[in-house]
Structures are given as structure tokens and as C-alpha cells.
């Protein structure tokens, strides 16, 4: 098992930034690939950003690149998802995952397990 705990949600105004953390324990060794997903209210959990734990590769959401980024500290086995000019749009629930075999980073099935959501407010 991985258990996963996200920190770093809050309120921005539009065009400001924000940092999320989540910081993995338990089975890590296991996990290839961190996940963010977000989901706004009334609409489908979506794929934000993801990370191989493994050479570092990465994937973003057509809607994020160029405004975030994903990165990881193996070594303290936290995934970081910095976002810079924050859209009211950006505005969700932020979800990190993790998965042991992810064949699609971008695909929710992936991932076996997830942490509690942490809110993301952007006003214009």
C-alpha cells in the first residue's frame, strides 16, 4: 500500500501561483509513475500532470503546459505541481496518484492509489 497526502491548495487571484505537494509513504518502491488530476465541480475528474518516478519523464494537459509544472524528490518522495498564471478556470479539487504499472499516465485507471482532494480557488 502508498498513502498519499497532498498540501498546498488555497485561494489565488487570477495570474497568481501556487504550489502542491504530495508526499508518498508506505510501498514506494513500487510506484512508476505520480499523477495530478483535478476535478471542478459538476465535471469529470481530469488529468492534469504526471511523472515517471524512474528518468523523470513528463506529461501535461493541453489546458496546463507551459503554465505548470510537475517535478519530484525521490529522495524525500514528494511530487510537486508548481502553477503559474493560474486561470479562474484552474479552479478544482486537486487530486496526486500513484500507480505501480501506469501504461497511460494521462488515464485514471492507471492508478492504483489516490490522495484526499486539496482545493484550488482562483478569482478574477
Known amino acids: 500500500q502508498v498513502q498519499l497526502v497532498p498540501s498546498g491548495g488555497g485561494l489565488v487571484q487570477a495570474g497568481g501561483s501556487l504550489r502542491l505537494s504530495c508526499t508518498a509513504s508506505?510501498?514506494?518502491?513500487?510506484?512508476?509513475?505520480f499523477g495530478w488530476f483535478r476535478q471542478a465541480p459538476g465535471k469529470e475528474r481530469e488529468f492534469v500532470a504526471a511523472?515517471?518516478?524512474?528518468?523523470?519523464?513528463?506529461f501535461y494537459a493541453d489546458s496546463v503546459k507551459g503554465r505548470f509544472t510537475i517535478s519530484r524528490d525521490n529522495a524525500k518522495n514528494t511530487v510537486y505541481l508548481q502553477m503559474n498564471s493560474l486561470k479562474p478556470e484552474d479552479t478544482a479539487v486537486y487530486y496526486c496518484?500513484?500507480?505501480?504499472?501506469?501504461?497511460?499516465?494521462?488515464?485514471?485507471?492507471?492508478?492504483?492509489?489516490w490522495g484526499q482532494g486539496t482545493q484550488v480557488t482562483v478569482s478574477s
Open positions: 511523472i515517471r518516478r524512474i528518468g523523470g519523464n513528463t
Open positions: 508506505g510501498r514506494t518502491f513500487s510506484v512508476d509513475t
Open positions: 496518484a500513484a500507480g505501480s504499472q501506469v501504461l497511460n499516465p494521462r488515464t485514471r485507471s492507471g492508478y492504483d492509489y
